[in-house]
T-cell receptor, first 111, second 118 residues
Framework: SQQGEEDPQALSIQEGENATMNCSYKTSINNLQWYRQNSGRGLVHLILIRSNEREKHSGRLRVTLDTSKKSSSLLITASRAADTASYFCATERDSSYKLIFGSGTRLLVRP | EAGVVQSPRYKIIEKKQPVAFWCNPISGHNTLYWYLQNLGQGPELLIRYENEEAVDDSQLPKDRFSAERLKGVDSTLKIQPAELGDSAVYLC????????????????FGEGSRLTVL
């Protein structure tokens, strides 16, 4: 079963534009994480936001969390062709010690 | 520092044949995970180890899948016999001991083992 669902499933933008991906989940969580996966590779952790945090930044990444709406967004600013990848949100339900991934957003950044 | 190492990267077998995947986690990481990733989907947890103990294997199809983590370090995931529907990427991940009560932190993934069953 997948806890998080990303939206959109696929996104195509021009280099230099911003990319926004959304994640919705169903149950209360300890934290929410975002991962990136290049084609044919493993997942790489991008950022973790805890349930008591509302926004977090890391370089060109900005993550927001709205626990009342059970949703999160990942914003990549000034996108580059190298940002082309799949992006997954993952949630840990309260005290479950189980990280559940969504189905991902496939981002294509056109040069 | 070496990352999570998996082998083989690719494996093609006939259905009903056995197959095994090996994972070496990052040194010091006591938690090890095996995930299954179907094409176009997110990873799904198969089993989680804390040191040598399998603490969550509820999603592991035990009729044909088995896993072990001897000495709490390397781990092997086996499928016997393989079926067509087992074609997927098998990802291994590890994470360090949890500190505090804020849930566990990031997972470190290997490159995965892509299985094709013909």
């Amino acid at each position: 079963s997948q806890q998080g669902e990303e939206d959109p499933q696929a996104l195509s933008i021009q280099e230099g534009e911003n990319a926004t991906m959304n994640c919705s989940y169903k149950t209360s969580i300890n934290n929410l994480q975002w991962y990136r996966q290049n084609s044919g590779r493993g997942l790489v952790h991008l950022i973790l936001i805890r349930s008591n945090e509302r926004e977090k930044h890391s370089g060109r990444l900005r993550v927001t969390l709205d626990t009342s709406k059970k949703s999160s967004s990942l914003l990549i600013t000034a996108s580059r062709a190298a940002d082309t990848a799949s992006y997954f949100c993952a949630t840990e339900r309260d005290s479950s010690y189980k990280l559940i991934f969504g189905s991902g957003t496939r981002l294509l950044v056109r040069p | 520092e070496a990352g999570v190492v998996q082998s083989p990267r690719y494996k093609i077998i006939e259905k009903k044949q056995p197959v095994a995947f090996w994972c070496n986690p990052i040194s010091g990481h006591n938690t090890l995970y095996w995930y299954l990733q179907n094409l176009g989907q997110g990873p799904e947890l198969l089993i989680r180890y804390e040191n040598e103990e399998a603490v969550d294997d509820s999603q592991l199809p035990k009729d044909r899948f088995s896993a072990e983590r001897l000495k709490g370090v390397d781990s092997t995931l086996k499928i016997q016999p393989a079926e067509l529907g087992d074609s997927a990427v098998y990802l291994c991940a590890s994470s360090p001991p949890v500190v505090g009560t804020g849930g566990f932190g990031e997972l470190f993934f290997g490159e995965g083992s892509r299985l094709t069953v013909l």
